[in-house]
């Protein structure tokens, strides 16, 4: 049972347009989240993070919310860049014993149009 | 500052024949982790270790070993392989501790390994 769900595989927005990823997840023991970003042929790369404290963290042109009670969360991203097309993937934890092991969602290719 | 360096970046191999997937990290991390990325999978992980000396079973552990003899090396083993065994492999090493002690979540990866299992 996939616990971290990105239900849209991809994404086609305008330069200088707001992107807006989805990730939903069902594991109520999750309490940190995470974005990476992924370009062809590299590895995944920490984009920023929310704890489940908090319903919004911003980090210049990205921002990330949080609804826990809808288990949901979403990457802003303003205004998007061409720069910006990649995989992203979000991910989550869980504190106590194994709160070091992250559960990633199946990613959303995102792609920027000049 | 090489960071998670993995070797080699591409390899082909027949169905049954073995081989031996390099991590090392210069960041002196105590957790390292092993995923394989397949398309519409995400990443899934295989093994990881908490230490050197230790590893434990992930998500997908049949068919792979690893070990972990030095704190900076963690090697991901295939002893018999498989087509179902095609796949990208990216390793991965977080630290213990950091500000506020949520750093060990964030967990640095390194450029993967293709492979493919003919």
């Known amino acids: 049972d996939q616990q971290v769900k990105q239900n849209s595989p991809s994404l086609s927005v305008q330069e200088g347009r707001i992107s807006i990823l989805n990730c939903d997840y069902t594991?109520?023991?999750?309490?940190?989240f995470l974005w990476y970003k992924k370009y062809p042929a590299e590895g995944p790369t920490f984009l920023i993070s929310i704890s489940s404290i908090k319903d919004k963290n911003e980090d210049g042109r990205f921002t990330v919310f949080l609804n826990k009670s809808a288990k949901h969360l979403s990457l802003h991203i303003v205004p998007s860049q061409p720069g910006d097309s990649a995989v992203y993937f979000c991910?989550?934890?869980?504190?106590?014993?194994?709160?070091?092991?992250?559960?990633f969602g199946k990613g959303t290719l995102l792609t920027v149009n000049p | 500052n090489a960071g998670v360096t993995q070797t080699p970046k591409f390899r082909v191999l027949k169905t049954g024949q073995s081989m031996t997937l390099l991590c090392a990290q210069d960041?002196?991390?105590?957790?390292m982790y092993w995923y394989r990325q397949d398309p519409g999978m995400g990443l899934r992980l295989i093994h990881y270790s908490v230490g050197e000396g230790t590893t434990a079973k992930g998500e997908v552990p049949d068919g792979y070993n690893v070990s972990r003899l030095k704190k900076q090396n963690f090697l991901l083993g295939l002893e018999s392989a498989a087509p179902s065994q095609t796949s990208v492999y990216f390793c991965a090493s977080s630290p213990t501790s950091g500000r506020a002690g949520r750093a060990k979540n964030i967990q640095y990866f390194g450029a993967g390994t293709r492979l493919s299992v003919l």
């Open positions: 594991n109520s023991m999750f309490d940190y």
């Open positions: 960041m002196n991390h105590e957790y």
């Open positions: 991910a989550a934890s869980a504190s106590g014993g194994s709160n070091y092991k992250l559960t």
